[in-house]
């Protein structure tokens, strides 16, 4: 009964969040609030990959937890099942609220403080969605969003992310990932919100906001018994250097 209750919910996800999502991002796109950077590069979705992006707050509503999504809507659409993504959101704020009941069946929670997925409990979920379901994750590995964390990495260009967390890389080599996506997310002008409200209402005086794909990382260009802390490196500098991409 559980399992028919989830499929449900991942079908009502799919076709009704979904396109709502999908017009939203198409009026943004219209008037030139949203521009998709070398789409040449965005990915079909397979069985066991995982999406990595940074969480700057693009409207101040952090509408990209939806946009990322949003954007693989087309293929999600035929195998809602096989192809509906997991997440791994804040557990008291997203998780433990009655409101986002539709979102529940594809979620990972983590605990404040554990960040997304730095805590073994929610690794080792990450790593079963992976392993036993090959489930597609999608991962905002800074433990929050960039400008309300203290400690950063930086790109050539002077770009930021804060330090991801070193269980991706574990989960990644454990469960053997075919191939990482990494995502770009950014304003034009390079501003971001400060630490503030979880969502508050969208603030477009930032200018436009691009999403970037970067080339995946497949699985032969890391080895099954590399250090995991050397392979988060990995995907924490291949962030930075799509970062500086135009």
């Given amino acids: 009964m559980r399992k028919f209750i989830d499929n449900l919910l991942i079908l009502f996800s799919v076709y009704v969040i979904g396109p709502i999502s999908a017009i939203i991002f198409l009026i943004l796109a219209l008037i030139g609030y949203i521009k998709v950077a070398n789409i040449k590069n965005l990915p079909k979705l397979r069985p066991k990959m995982i999406l990595v992006a940074n969480h700057p707050d693009l409207f101040d509503c952090m509408y990209e937890l939806f946009l990322v999504p949003t954007l693989f809507l087309p293929q999600a659409i035929f195998h809602p099942l096989k192809f509906s993504p997991w997440f791994l959101p804040d557990k008291h704020n997203f998780a433990d609220k009655w409101f986002w009941f539709w979102w529940k069946?594809?979620?990972?929670?983590?605990?404040?403080?554990?960040?997304?997925?730095?805590?073994?409990?929610?690794?080792?979920?990450?790593?079963?969605?992976?392993?036993?379901?090959?489930?597609?994750?999608?991962?905002?590995?800074?433990?929050?969003?960039?400008?309300?964390?203290?400690?950063?990495?930086?790109?050539?260009?002077?770009?930021?992310?804060?330090?991801?967390?070193?269980?991706?890389g574990w989960v990644a080599l454990k469960a053997q990932v075919p191939v990482i996506i990494p995502i770009w997310l950014e304003n034009i002008n390079g501003v971001q919100s400060p630490a503030g409200k979880l969502f508050s209402w969208p603030n477009f005086k930032r200018g436009q906001a691009i999403v970037k794909f970067g080339k995946p990382i497949e699985l032969p260009d890391y080895a099954k018994t590399e250090d995991h802390a050397r392979f988060t490196e990995k995907i924490a500098k291949s962030l930075l250097e799509l970062a500086d991409q135009e």
């Fill in 105 to 168: 069946s594809r979620m990972i929670p983590v605990t404040r403080g554990e960040g997304n997925g730095s805590g073994m409990g929610g690794a080792r979920e990450m790593f079963r969605v992976l392993d036993q379901k090959s489930g597609i994750v999608i991962i905002f590995p800074e433990r929050g969003r960039t400008n309300s964390g203290k400690n950063f990495l930086y790109s050539k260009g002077g770009k930021r992310i804060r330090p991801i967390s070193e269980s991706i």
